[in-house]
């Protein structure tokens, strides 16, 4: 199993599992709210205390609040994500199947999409978190699904060298 941010590729005999957890979203946005709560309580706590010179004592403190309050729906992310997480397979609501023995793509309910012949993968740059990040992208007549979103450039290579293993055409 290839696994990072709530996608996961489970490689099995007959078929490969391309899951999506649906916890991408909610990690981003908690590392989001996370950073900039830490700057504006640094940048508060140092009006504060007259460290940084401010027009008025009240922009420490304002700038204090709205970093308290960025912290407060993290736990409710927290949550969200753990609960995804545990999550079965079979109650995954995002998931598709490469059959590799009739060779097609299909959905979990087991509704055809394609046949893997006419299915692409690409690794493409994430433009959502401004190029930091990579994309595994399958592509089929006029539809096309992320599969696999990672940090890390080599786990997004192992997903397109795993998807061509079982021969899936990549870009």
């Known amino acids: ?6 996608f996961e590729l489970h490689i099995r005999e007959r078929d ?7 916890t991408w979203g909610q990690s981003y946005a908690m590392l989001s709210l996370g950073l900039t709560s830490v700057f504006a309580l640094a940048f508060g706590a140092l009006m504060s205390f007259g460290a940084v010179k401010a027009d008025s004592d009240v922009v420490g403190f304002v700038l204090v ?3 308290l309050l960025l912290l407060a ?30 060779k097609e793509l299909r959905d979990r309910m087991g509704v055809f999409l394609a046949q893997i012949d006419d299915v692409e993968a690409a690794l493409q740059i994430d433009w959502l978190t401004r190029g930091w990040g990579r994309v595994v992208v399958l592509r089929w007549q006029g539809e096309s699904r992320t599969i696999f979103r990672t940090f890390r450039w080599r786990r997004g290579r192992s997903v397109i060298e795993a998807l061509r293993d079982h ?5």
């Open 1 to 6: 199993m290839i696994s990072d941010n709530g």
């Open 16 to 22: 490969l599992l391309l899951v999506n957890r649906k």
């Open 65 to 67: 609040g709205i970093g």
């Open 73 to 102: 729906p993290i736990p409710f992310l927290i949550r969200t994500i753990r609960q995804r997480a545990a999550l079965e397979l079979s109650e995954v609501p995002e998931m598709l199947v490469l059959d590799l023995v009739s």
């Open 167 to 171: 021969g899936v055409p990549t870009r």
